[in-house]
């Protein structure tokens, strides 16, 4: 496990490189977890997402999948990959401040 200074918190990130404690996201971290990724600015479009992923972790327990974003949260597959290239559930996740997804290898 390791810690990074971020938006004036000290933020324990696991060992695949997500928070540790979803509960210490805001949406600062969020903006530099997305530069991290070369994510920026985030968009409304982003945004929406990385809000039901909260909401769905939430209420799971587990960040979504790709297929869980796109059938439960409407987001068309095509637009996911433009707001997150390159292995969007994984990156959602990431800059939502969630693990891993399950799902993802």
């Not at 695949?16 to 968009?43: C, H, K, R, Y």
């Not at 790709?66 to 959602?92: D, H, S, W």
Request: hydrophobic share 40%; charged share 30%; net charge neutral.
């Amino acid at each position: 496990m390791s810690t990074r200074e971020i938006a004036g918190k000290t933020i324990a990130f696991d060992e695949d490189g997500f928070m540790a404690n979803a509960q210490d996201w805001n949406e600062e971290v969020a903006e530099a977890l997305a530069t991290d990724l070369g994510i920026t600015p985030l968009s409304d479009g982003h945004w929406k997402v990385i809000r039901f992923c909260r909401e769905d972790f939430a209420a799971q327990g587990d960040a979504p999948t790709l297929r869980r974003i796109t059938k439960v949260g409407g987001v068309p597959t095509k637009e996911l990959y433009k707001l997150f290239p390159k292995g969007p559930a994984k990156k959602v996740a990431y800059v939502a401040g969630l693990k891993k997804p399950s799902g993802c290898i």
